[in-house]
């Protein structure tokens, strides 16, 4: 059974950087597009940013330039750098494949930006 567990989250004042991390159980990074999503309270959850197979990325507007996404095949891990993080990026960080598969969302790690 593939499981993803999220990490990394926390407490961080505007303009601070956190790096979350993503691991899988099982093999599924090697040939699948991967994303990290978030939710924030009351709020849909969105898609922040994937990187393929082959390491392109992609990213929401609103976090281009102060997020990066990157993945370790074999490790099996996919992360996400933050800096100069808002207020408004506060919310539980989830990692999935992309497109999503709804039968793997893991527990998410929370990020709070707040001074």
């Known amino acids: 059974q593939v499981q993803l567990v999220e990490s990394g989250g926390g407490l961080v004042q505007p303009g601070g950087s956190l790096r979350l991390s993503c691991a899988a159980s099982?093999?599924?990074?090697?040939?699948?597009?991967m994303g990290w999503y978030r939710q924030a309270p009351g709020m849909h959850r969105e898609l922040v940013a994937v990187i393929s197979s082959d390491g392109t990325t992609t990213y929401v507007y609103s976090v281009k330039g102060r997020f990066t996404i990157s993945r370790d095949n074999a490790k099996n891990t996919v992360y996400l750098q933050m800096t100069s993080l808002k207020p408004e990026d506060t919310a539980v960080y989830y990692c999935n494949k992309y497109p999503r598969t709804d039968t793997l969302w893991g527990q998410g790690t929370q990020v709070t930006v707040s001074s």
């Open positions: 099982g093999s599924i990074f090697s040939s699948n597009a």
